[in-house]
Nanobody, 129 residues
Framework: QVQLVESGGGLVQGGSSLRLSCAAS????????VGWFRQAPGKERNFVGS????????HYGDSVKDRFTISRDKAKDTVYLQMSSLKPEDTAVYYC??????????????????????WGQGTQVTVSS
C-alpha cells in the first residue's frame, strides 16, 4: 500500500508560479505511475497530468499544457507539479494519485481517475485575479 501526501498549495496572484509536492510512503514508490488531478467547487475532477514510474513519459491536460510540468525525484519518493503562469481558473483542490506501472500508459488511460488506486488528501490552490 502507498500513502500519498500533497503539499505546497496556497493563495497566489494570477501569473505567479507554485510547486506542489506529492510525497509517498509505503511500498516501492519508484514502481508507480503518478497522476495529478484537480477539482474546483461544484465541478468534476479533471486530469492535470501524469508521469510514469521512470519519469520518461508524461501527459498533460490541454488546459495546462505548456504551463505545468511534472517531474519526480526517486531518491525522495516525491513527484512534483510545477505550475507557472497561473490563472484564476486554475483554482481547485489538487490531488495526486498513484498506480503500479503495468506498461507504457496512453493518455486516455492515464487521464482516467479510475486507473489509480491510491489518492492523497488534496491541497488547495487559489489563484486571485
Amino acid at each position: 500500500q502507498v500513502q500519498l501526501v500533497e503539499s505546497g498549495g496556497g493563495l497566489v496572484q494570477g501569473g505567479s508560479s507554485l510547486r506542489l509536492s506529492c510525497a509517498a510512503s509505503g511500498r516501492t514508490f519508484a514502481l508507480y505511475d503518478v497522476g495529478w488531478f484537480r477539482q474546483a467547487p461544484g465541478k468534476e475532477r479533471n486530469f492535470v497530468g501524469s508521469i510514469d514510474w521512470n519519469g520518461g513519459n508524461t501527459h498533460y491536460g490541454d488546459s495546462v499544457k505548456d504551463r505545468f510540468t511534472i517531474s519526480r525525484d526517486k531518491a525522495k519518493d516525491t513527484v512534483y507539479l510545477q505550475m507557472s503562469s497561473l490563472k484564476p481558473e486554475d483554482t481547485a483542490v489538487y490531488y495526486c494519485a498513484a498506480k503500479i506501472n503495468t506498461g507504457s500508459g496512453t493518455y486516455a488511460q492515464m487521464a482516467r481517475s479510475e486507473t489509480y488506486g491510491y489518492w492523497g488528501q488534496g491541497t488547495q490552490v487559489t489563484v486571485s485575479s
